[in-house]
């Protein structure tokens, strides 16, 4: 049987399952691959109702960018009221989890080893999503809304690059698509359940160290235009008040760059190549800070910018 | 597995044709931080995503080396006009001179030494210029155990760039049972251009990286010391090599230069550290301590056994019975107390 990529939703249960627990199923999504072990029927469940379009196989065809091993944080933890963490390869403060959580220690792994690791990129922590004219990147904290947005984004039309990473090419200023479902958080998930829909959404997992989390699928046609990047044509740094009247305000270009740096979680190792690479990103970009109180009124706003910017 | 792994790593192996096998070396390789090294033996003989994995492992050092010439020109700083010229030591001093041993060669904590004389004043213009003991160490059992027993002050880290230098007055904790005569070594040292920093002899670096990795600790990161050995070994000019033996005899450094090179030699197939060993009469450690380092180096993950062996013999080797005993009952009873008060706390 050849080893190549398939639709992870078109493998039967059990190959994805032993491929895990032998560690040798790689995925790849924009330009990263990954490389994923664990041995919790929990991430199987989940690799099927978040990751069901992504390309996998169930045998390595090359290194890969990254790996993750969920696993037992000690050898007590394996038999005694268990728990798990995800071990991407380095030492990292994480709080372990019960093994119904372990998709989430599987997300979280993940990006940090994506935050860490690639420094091919300069990496952003912010939503990005596009169309065939450019891109949109969404900088907030967490809990700032920049998934919310970013989902409903996708409803209008966009394509979905990432809610976490923004992936800035150091050579071309561009954006990578990197299309990883998108997490949401306690109200949020009802938000974007309305707009979106049920079909889209995994099921959500209560009583986590964040309250309730689910995610939002990626779409077949976001996963197929993930080798293709984007410039950014629009920078949003949106603020959540409730019952506040929206507003909008046009940030200079150095203000961007001074606000987009504490974001970054390599800026600061990249040195000249990346500072080179965020001018360029933001000379190409109009760039706003807006003040909304519901879902609604950020997407009107941005609808209107991105049109004045030629999305 | 892993001694073919630390072949391919230096560039004395192919690269495993096997791709499962290929992916647990490079995250070995991450894991123990030679990734980097690597990626500079492999440059321009990888395509695909092999050569995108060890890119990121040279991007990652090219940002140790920056902070690396940034600190070491805010050291010089802070110690102007005081007269001190600090020797470099390990990673340090390896990037100053070029060394085949800083090519993509990780770098954290800056390793400065300097006379003891001098010590008090590099303390104290290094804190004025913002390094400060951490809170677990500002203490004054740790400041005096530091000083009179240890070979180095608690680290220093700087209070707004988080970087961390380690102020040496000695090579080895003073009351070490190897006998170095660092003052030898000290007065071979060589200034760097600018004559603010020096660096040791070459075969100085060699014999201090050894005595380090050997005759000081528990072989904690033993990849990396053994790519640094190989390293520092293909530095040297072929006459340097052969002044290793008389060198680490003068400065009463023979077994641990000799366990170097019997490391080279066995996990390697170091022709050049075979036939030094070969060419002295030094005896490297005993059988147990070598299966020990051994065992740690090919099994890092597991080798229980070999990692307790090593341990006791780091604590053995560092001071004299009733110092550790004394120092571990003070260390032991200030974890309880620690833990008391934090529950304490948790209560309150």
């Known amino acids: 049987m050849k080893n190549e990529f398939q639709r992870l939703g078109d493998y039967h249960r059990e190959d994805i399952d032993v491929a895990l627990r032998s560690g040798s199923l790689e995925m790849e999504l924009g330009p990263f691959s990954m490389r994923l072990e664990g041995r919790e029927a929990d991430i199987v469940d989940f690799l099927f109702d978040a990751y069901r379009d992504a390309p996998v196989r169930l045998k390595l065809g090359d290194v890969t960018d990254v790996a993750i091993n969920v696993r037992p944080p000690n050898i007590i933890r394996k038999y005694i009221r268990r728990q798990v963490i995800a071990d991407p390869g380095f030492i990292v403060p994480a709080v372990p989890l019960p093994p119904y959580l372990s998709p989430l220690a599987f997300e979280m792994g993940l990006n940090l080893a994506i935050a860490l690791k690639c420094c091919r990129f300069t990496t952003f922590h912010s939503a990005v999503v596009g169309n065939e004219r450019g891109a949109i990147l969404i900088s907030a904290h967490s809990g700032g809304g920049k998934s919310t947005l970013a989902s409903a984004l996708m409803v209008e039309g966009y394509r979905l690059f990432s809610d976490e990473f923004g992936l800035l090419d150091m050579e071309t200023g561009m954006l990578h698509p990197y299309p990883r479902p998108v997490s949401l958080k306690e109200k949020s998930i009802d938000i974007v359940r309305e707009f979106t829909g049920e079909k889209w959404l995994t099921k959500t997992f209560g009583g986590t160290p964040k309250g309730d989390i689910a995610y939002r699928r990626v779409r077949p046609s976001d996963i197929q235009l993930s080798k293709t990047p984007m410039a950014a044509k629009l920078i949003l740094f949106p603020v959540f008040q409730e019952d506040t009247p929206p507003s909008v305000r046009e940030l200079s270009k150095s203000e961007t760059i001074m606000k987009l740096i504490p974001s970054s979680t390599n800026y600061h190792l990249l040195g000249t190549a990346s500072f080179e690479a965020l001018i360029k990103m933001v000379a190409g970009a109009q760039t706003f800070e807006i003040t909304y109180g519901n879902t609604q009124d950020s997407l009107e706003i941005t609808r209107d910018l991105a049109a004045k910017a030629g999305l | ?348």
């Open chain 2, 1 to 348: 597995m892993i001694r073919d792994w630390l072949k391919t790593i230096i560039g004395q192996a192919p690269m495993p044709e096997n791709i499962a096998e290929r992916a647990k070396m490079i995250e070995f390789a991450d894991t123990h931080h030679v990734l980097g090294q690597m990626a500079v033996t492999w440059e321009g003989k990888t395509e695909g995503k092999l050569k995108e994995v060890l890119e990121n492992g040279l991007l990652r050092t090219g940002f140790d080396h920056r902070m690396l010439r940034f600190e070491k020109d805010r050291i010089t700083r802070a110690l102007l006009g005081s007269g001190i010229a600090p020797i470099l030591l390990k990673g340090g001093a390896y990037v100053a001179v070029g060394s085949k041993a800083a090519k993509g060669r990780r770098v954290s904590d800056i390793d400065i030494m300097v006379s003891e004389e001098q010590l008090d004043q590099t303390e104290g213009l290094l804190r004025a210029a913002g390094w400060e003991f951490d809170e677990t160490t500002n203490n004054d059992y740790d400041i005096a155990y530091y000083r009179k027993y240890m070979h180095e002050l608690p680290p220093l880290r700087h209070n707004k760039r988080q970087t961390v230098v380690d102020v040496h007055h000695h090579l080895l904790p003073r009351t070490s049972r190897i006998k170095l005569q660092s003052n030898l070594m000290l007065d071979a040292a060589m200034p760097l251009a600018g004559g603010k920093l020096k660096v040791l002899a070459p075969v100085d670096r060699f014999i201090h990286s050894a005595v380090h990795s050997f005759a000081d600790g528990s072989f904690d990161t033993p990849a990396r010391t053994l790519v640094e050995l190989y390293y520092l070994l293909r530095d040297l000019s072929t006459e340097e090599q052969k002044n290793i033996n008389i060198r680490a005899a003068d400065v009463g450094a023979t077994q641990p230069v000799a366990t170097a090179l019997w490391i080279l030699a066995d996990v390697l197939d170091d022709t050049v550290a075979d036939t030094l060993l070969k060419a002295s009469n030094a005896k490297p450690s005993g059988l147990i301590v070598r299966y020990a380092l051994k065992q740690k180096l090919m099994h890092i993950n597991k080798a229980y056994s070999a990692k307790t062996i090593l341990l006791i013999r780091s604590h053995y080797l560092r001071m004299p019975w009733h110092l550790l005993l004394a120092h571990l009952l003070r260390k032991a009873i200030r974890n309880v107390r620690t833990l008391l008060k934090r529950a304490d706390q948790e209560d309150s």
